[in-house]
């Protein structure tokens, strides 16, 4: 993983690297298990009847990770895809799936137990609406999204997909 070595986090940490071969057999078993801890987790409000509002906190969580440190090593193991499949696969694996897949979709999920949203209409295209607008305006800008750009994913593309009118709120809940 680039210039990152056990032996670089073991100096950084002023510890012997044999203390942290203790725990990980490798860097990127150690760079896996701190991305797995950094990564959020959705939640859902505690009454549970706030779709729109956990939508967008929800996407708001992601564009704070995406603004955090954690991002960039993520960035950097998904641009080894080709050369590192199994690196690739791993954080699928250890820190996307177990954290929900999707930060919306824990979500989605919750609602459609309560019978709010037809389960049927969570599909992997809706389940990747936030999170794809919200790096395809990324890309486009080369800035992360505002409140009201967030709302509008919320309201005009992830509101609709789950079969719920279009809300006529602007901008961020208050």
Known sequence: MGRLSIEGVARRADVAKTSIYRHFSSVEDLLLDALADAMPVEQVSVHGNALRSDLLRSLEQL???????????VAAILAE????PDLVEALYARVFETHGSRFTRTVMEHYAVR??????????VVADLGEALVLKHQL????L???NELAAIVDEAILPALGHPRSLEKGPPT
Do not use: K, N
């Open 63 to 73: 564009v704070g990770w995406l603004g955090g440190p954690h991002a960039p090593a």
């Open 81 to 84: 895809r080709r050369r590192r």
């Open 115 to 124: 019978g709010d949203v037809d389960p049927r209409l969570i599909t992997p």
């Open 140 to 143: 486009d800008t080369g800035e």
């Open 145 to 147: 999204p505002a409140p």
